[in-house]
C-alpha cells in the first residue's frame, strides 16, 4: 500500500475541492483513504486531475469508500465490469442527465457516492455543476425551516420515464418501468449520518409531490425550493479535462451534466457506492 500525502485546494467557499499528490491506480494506505474521505465530508465533491487508471482501479478505490451498485438500471456497463457505468454521448445519443437531480432517490435508500471519471471529453464544455444542500438549507427563513421539518415527498423515476415513454408501446413499457423501480416517500429535510449538518433532500429530477399536499400547493412548494437550491452561491462548476475525476457524497448535494458540446463526443466511467462503509462500521460497534 502507498501512502500519499494529499494536497487539498478548495474550489469555492461553499463546495467543492481539488485533490493533488495522490495516483489514483495505486492501492492507497488506509489513511490516505481517510484523509480522502475526509475531504470529502468537509467539500462534499472532490476532483483529481491526470488519473490514469483503469476499470479495476476504479472499482477498487470505490470498494475502499463502500460496496459498488449493481448494474444500472438505463444505462450500460463498460466491457465486462457490471459495476461500471457507461455514460457516452454525442449527437446521437444526447444526455438525459442535463437537470439539477441527486441520484436515483427514487430508492428506498439511495446511494451513498458517486465517482465518475472522464475517459475523453470535448475541448470545450460539458462541465457538471454541484449544489451544497446543506448551505441551501441554512439559507432558509427560519419559519420555512420549521414548516418543511415534518414533511416528507414522493420521489420516482422522474426524467428517466422518457427513456421508456417515447416508443410505439411507450405506455406498456412506461407501466412495467414504474412496477420495476417503484416509488419512495422520504423526509423533505434530513440529517447527514456523519456530519450532523441538516439539508434539503428534494430535487427537480426525481420528487413529483409533497406528501399531504394538493397538486397546486406541491408544485409551488417544490418549485420555490428548487429556485432557492440552484442558486449560484450554492454552487461549484468543474471543467473537465481528460482522465479527471469526480467524486461526490449524493446523500447532501445534487448535480447538473450541462449538455452544451453536441455532437462532439464524451464518454465517461461511473461507479457508484451503495452505502458508506465508515458509516456502517460505526453502527456495528
Given amino acids: 500500500m502507498t501512502n500519499f500525502v494529499l494536497k487539498i485546494a478548495p474550489v469555492t467557499p461553499t463546495i467543492g475541492a481539488e485533490i493533488s499528490g495522490v495516483d489514483l491506480s495505486k492501492l492507497l494506505s488506509p489513511s490516505t483513504l481517510d484523509a480522502i474521505y475526509d475531504a470529502l465530508m468537509k467539500h462534499l465533491v472532490i476532483f483529481f486531475r491526470e488519473q490514469d487508471i483503469s476499470p479495476e482501479n476504479h472499482l477498487n478505490f ?15 456497463q463498460v466491457g465486462t465490469h457490471e459495476n461500471v457505468v457507461l455514460l457516452e454521448n454525442d449527437g446521437s445519443r444526447p444526455p438525459d442527465t442535463d437537470g439539477w437531480h441527486t441520484d436515483l432517490t427514487f430508492k ?32 432558509l427563513p427560519d ?33 412495467a418501468a414504474h412496477q420495476r423501480f417503484g416509488s419512495a416517500i422520504h423526509p423533505v429535510i434530513r440529517t447527514h449520518p456523519v456530519t450532523g ?14 406528501s399531504g399536499l394538493r397538486a397546486t400547493d406541491s408544485r409551488r412548494l417544490l418549485g420555490y425550493l428548487f429556485d432557492h437550491m440552484s442558486q449560484p452561491e450554492f454552487q461549484v462548476r468543474f471543467r473537465w479535462r481528460d482522465h479527471s ?32 462503509r ?5 453502527a456495528a460497534e
Avoid at 470505490?62 to 450500460?76: D, K, M
Avoid at 446511494?111 to 441554512?138: Q, R
Avoid at 465508515?278 to 460505526?282: A, D
Wanted: glycine share 6%; proline share 7%; aromatic share 12%.
Fill in 62 to 76: 470505490a470498494r475502499s469508500f463502500g460496496e459498488p451498485e449493481p448494474p444500472h438500471p438505463v444505462y450500460p
Fill in 278 to 282: 465508515r458509516v456502517e462500521r460505526l
Fill in 245 to 276: 475525476l469526480a467524486m461526490w457524497d449524493n446523500r447532501c448535494t445534487m448535480h447538473y451534466a450541462v449538455a452544451d458540446y453536441m455532437p462532439h463526443y464524451r464518454r465517461m466511467h461511473r461507479v457508484t457506492v451503495v452505502r458508506d
Fill in 108 to 139: 428506498q435508500d439511495p446511494p451513498f457516492a458517486s465517482i465518475l471519471w472522464a475517459s475523453k471529453v470535448p475541448e470545450t464544455g460539458g462541465d457538471t455543476m454541484w449544489c451544497n444542500l446543506y448551505e441551501a438549507y441554512d439559507a
Fill in 143 to 175: 419559519d420555512m425551516k420549521g414548516y418543511l421539518e415534518g414533511l416528507t415527498a414522493v420521489h420516482d423515476m422522474g426524467d428517466f420515464r422518457n427513456n421508456f415513454a417515447v416508443s410505439e408501446t411507450g405506455s406498456e413499457k412506461l407501466v
Fill in 197 to 210: 449538518r441538516k439539508f434539503i433532500f428534494v430535487n427537480d429530477g426525481f420528487t413529483v409531490h409533497i
